[in-house]
């Protein structure tokens, strides 16, 4: 396994090098699905005030595509990532509070946000330090909060894709940590939508915080 800081700086190296080509080979991604999961998990919570608005950490945000989509659809988004060109380009694109984080140096306040919608990014995270990354993302959350995973799935491998780290989970592996950070799970399905399962290398899950 890689050392901790050895895998952020060249995973976020890697995104520095490559934002523009990133931004134009992503922007077009349709995520409705996922972000509709999140709200769906928001708006059934004991108390919740119907369809918000709810504050939104978007944990990754990258380019700022679904920052945006947060902010048109009326939520009070933040977003966060370690990669200063993401971070730039999210604040342009979005006008939102974005956040300039490492994920493995994470400095959140406690009880912030509603949910995070961490689409994509949290397999960037080494195995070792996932507990203690999970354990904060929990903090930043208000009662009975949720959080949303997309992760490509495998069979809880990890390591170097490239120039990138990456962890694919499987799902009893994925569910091992959340359980154990404190998170009760509400739903998981696989992506893209309507391929068969050997189609479908995007593993998705909804949590609320217990």
Known sequence: MAAKDDAS??????????ADDFRAGTWGHDVSQNIGALLDALSMRPGA???GPFSIL????????????????????V??????????MAREASGCEV??????????????FDG???????????????????AQLRAALKEGG??????????????????RYGVWHSLAGWRS???????????????????????????ASVWRKI
């Open 9 to 18: 700086a060249g995973t976020l190296g890697h995104y520095s090098r490559n």
């Open 49 to 51: 005030a119907g369809a």
């Open 58 to 77: 978007d944990f990754g945000c990258g380019p700022g595509r679904d920052l945006l989509a947060w902010s048109r659809l009326g939520h009070e988004a």
């Open 79 to 88: 977003g966060l990532d370690g990669a200063g060109e993401f971070v730039r």
């Open 99 to 112: 956040l300039h984080q490492d994920f493995l140096a994470l400095d959140l306040p406690p009880q912030r």
């Open 116 to 134: 995070i919608f961490a689409n994509a990014s949290l397999f960037h995270v080494p195995s070792a330090e996932l507990p203690r990354v999970l």
């Open 146 to 163: 949720i959080l949303f995973s997309s992760n490509p799935r495998g069979e809880d491998v990890e390591g170097w894709s490239g120039e």
């Open 177 to 203: 940590y959340l359980v154990a950070a404190g998170f009760m799970e509400l739903r998981h399905y696989y992506r893209p939508d309507g391929l068969p399962r050997e189609q479908q290398p995007w593993l």
